[in-house]
C-alpha cells in the first residue's frame, strides 16, 4: 500500500567554496568534458598515517559540512573535524581515539536528538563493541547500558529502520559469529536476531541493505567469505526475515575456500529508476542488475567490471557530473601496500577505466566512501589503506567550476528534522529529455565503510526543472513524496533539505 504525503521543504542551506582554495588553471579539454578525473591529495601529513581500516562521513557538529571518522589497526582512532575544507583530527578530546583494533564504523542518529552517534566494532573476541552517543560533540559509551556490547570480528554495522517504526535499528555483520539484529525501542535495544531469523551463521564481511522487491520495507544482502555462500534476506514485513538468495540465482554456490564475497555497492548504475548491487570479490567481482520486478541478473561478465583482483571495497558517485553514477574498486594484497585500485566511469554505452595517477600511488585496501566535503558540488573520495606502509588519503574532486555546479544535493530528514531515513530511496526525473536515476540513502557498505548525509545527483547537459521522488517505509506502509518543479539554480551549491512526514 502506498500513502501519498505532502512535502515540506525546511530549508536551502551551506554557501559553498572553501576560503583560500583555488582550482587549476589551464586543462586538458578531456578534463573540461569530465571524460578524465582529475584529483588531488589534501593534508598530505595529517592523513598519511598507516593502518586505516574503516571510514565514515557525518556532520558531527551540526556546522553543515562533513567530518570524517577514521578507524586504525595499530593507533588511536581519528576524528577529523571538517573547518570550512580544512580537517583537524579532534579524536581524542572528542573521546573517540580508541585504541584497540579497529574493524568498522557506521553513523546514526539512534535517539532521535538531533546529532549522528557512532557505533564502532573492534576485531577480536573480549573487546565490546561500542556505540558512542554524542552529547554536542563529546562521545561517550553507551553501549552496555543499552545491551548491545557484544565482542566478535566485526565487519559491517548498519543503522536503519527496518521495522518501519521511525527510529533507527542496528545491524552488526560478524565474520566468526551470526550476524546479530538489535531493535532500537526508543529507550533501548532489543536482540531480536533468533525470532527474526537473520541470524546468517556464514562468515558475513559486508551487508547491503535497502529494497530490493519494491515493497517499501528493507531488505539485507550479506556478502560471505571464505566459500560460504551468500545470503539475500527479505523482510516479510512481520518482523522476520526468509533468505531467498537461492531462490534468486544470486547464493554464488561452489566456490573456493580462499574467495568470496567482500564489500557491497549499491546504486543506479543504468538510470532506469531501480536499485543494482555491485559486489567486491575474492574472485570475479559482481554486478546484479536489478530487473525491476523483485529479480536481479549479473551483468558484470563481458564489461570491465569483471575483473578479478582481490577486491575489497567500492564506492558509487557520479565523480564528473554527468548523470551517471561511476565506481571506484579497491583491492587487498598482502604483500603490497599499494596494490591497484579502479575507478570505472559510467555512462549510456558502458563503463570505462580511468584511475588518475595519484590514486595509482595511494589508493585503498579497505574503506572507500564519496563525500563532498567542501560543498563545491563535486564528490570528493576517502580511503583507508590497513598495509603498514599504506596512508588514508583525502581526495579533493577538482571537477572544473562549470560542471561541479551541475548537480543537487538532497538532504532527505524525519519530521523533527533528525537524519534518521537511512534507506529511504529518492528518484530524479527531467520531463524535457527523460533523464532519470534514483539513490540511497546510505545504510552502509564499501566494506567498512559508511556515511550520514546527502544524496548527490550529477546532471547531463540539458535544462528545465527536475523532479523528486522520496520514497521510505513507516507505520507499515510505503510513502511517497513528491518535490516538482525543482530549478537547479536556485540550489547552486546548497544542500536541498526535505522533510518527510505522514499525514
Not at 148 to 157: D, E, K, L, M
Not at 373 to 379: C, I, Q, V
Not at 390 to 396: A, E, Q, S, V
Request: charged share 25%; hydrophobic share 35%; glycine share 12%.
Amino acid at each position: 500500500m502506498t500513502n501519498r504525503t505532502q512535502l515540506t521543504l525546511v530549508a536551502f542551506l551551506i554557501a559553498t567554496g572553501c576560503a583560500g582554495e583555488t582550482r587549476s588553471g589551464d586543462q586538458d579539454p578531456h578534463e573540461e568534458a569530465g571524460l578524465i578525473p582529475n584529483f588531488s591529495r589534501l593534508q598530505e601529513e595529517l592523513f598519511s598515517n598507516p593502518g586505516a581500516q574503516t571510514n565514515a562521513w557525518a556532520d558531527y557538529d551540526g556546522d553543515g559540512d562533513l567530518d570524517l571518522f577514521v578507524g586504525f589497526r595499530n593507533a588511536p582512532n581519528r576524528l577529523y573535524r571538517n573547518d570550512q575544507g580544512s580537517f583537524v583530527d579532534v579524536g581524542l578530546e572528542a573521546g573517540l581515539a580508541a585504541e584497540e583494533e579497529t574493524r568498522a564504523a557506521a553513523w546514526g542518529d539512534y535517539d532521535l536528538d538531533g546529532d549522528p552517534d557512532l557505533y564502532v566494532g573492534f576485531a577480536a573476541l573480549g573487546i565490546d563493541n561500542r556505540l558512542y552517543r554524542n552529547d554536542e560533540g563529546s562521545f561517550t559509551d553507551v553501549a552496555g547500558e543499552l545491551g548491545i556490547g557484544q565482542s566478535g570480528t566485526t565487519r559491517q554495522p548498519a543503522f536503519l529502520d527496518y521495522d518501519g517504526d521511525g527510529d533507527l535499528d542496528l545491524f552488526v555483520a560478524f565474520r566468526d559469529r551470526p550476524n546479530t539484529l538489535f531493535r532500537n525501542d526508543g529507550t533501548s535495544f532489543q536482540n531480536v536476531t533468533a525470532e527474526s531469523n537473520i541470524g546468517d551463521p556464514r562468515r558475513t564481511v559486508g551487508v547491503a541493505w535497502f529494497d530490493m522487491d519494491n515493497d517499501g520495507d528493507l531488505d539485507a544482502f550479506t556478502a560471505n567469505q571464505n566459500g560460504d555462500e551468500d545470503g539475500f534476506f527479505r523482510n516479510n514485513g512481520d518482523g522476520t526475515f526468509t533468505d531467498i538468495a537461492r531462490q534468486l540465482g544470486m547464493h554464488q554456490p561452489g566456490r573456493a575456500q580462499d574467495l568470496g564475497s567482500v564489500g557491497t555497492a549499491v546504486g543506479d548504475y543504468d538510470n532506469d529508476g531501480d536499485l543494482d548491487l555491485f559486489v567486491a570479490s575474492y574472485g570475479p567481482d559482481v554486478l546484479w542488475e536489478n530487473r525491476g520486478d523483485g529479480t536481479f541478473v549479473n551483468v558484470a561478465p563481458g564489461t570491465p567490471l569483471a575483473g578479478d583482483h582481490h577486491s575489497v571495497a567500492a564506492d558509487w558517485g557520479d565523480i564528473n557530473n554527468d548523470g551517471w553514477l561511476d565506481l571506484y574498486v579497491d583491492t587487498f594484497l598482502s604483500s603490497e601496500a599499494e596494490a591497484r585500485d579502479y575507478l570505472f566511469i559510467g555512462g549510456p554505452e558502458g563503463f570505462t577505466e580511468a584511475l588518475p595517477a595519484e590514486m595509482l600511488e595511494h589508493g585503498a585496501s579497505h574503506g572507500v566512501r564519496f563525500a563532498d566535503y567542501d560543498n563545491d558540488g563535486d564528490l570528493d573520495v576517502a580511503l583507508a589503506n590497513n598495509h603498514a606502509e599504506g596512508k588514508h588519503p583525502l581526495y579533493r574532486n577538482d571537477l572544473v567550476p562549470e560542471l561541479a555546479i551541475r548537480s543537487l544535493v538532497v538532504a532527505v530528514i524525519n519530521q523533527a528534522g533528525n537524519w534518521a531515513r537511512a534507506g529511504t530511496k529518492v528518484t530524479i526525473s527531467r520531463e524535457s529529455d527523460g533523464f532519470l536515476s534514483a539513490r540511497l540513502v546510505d545504510t552502509g557498505g564499501g566494506y567498512s565503510s559508511q556515511g550520514v548525509g546527502p544524496v548527490h545527483f550529477g546532471l547531463p547537459p540539458g535544462s528545465g526543472l527536475v523532479t523528486l521522488t522520496i520514497s521510505w517505509f513507516e507505520d507499515g506502509q510505503l510513502h511517497t513524496m513528491t518535490v516538482p518543479e525543482i530549478s537547479l539554480e536556485e540550489l547552486t551549491s546548497k544542500w536541498l533539505f526535505v522533510r518527510t512526514e505522514v499525514r
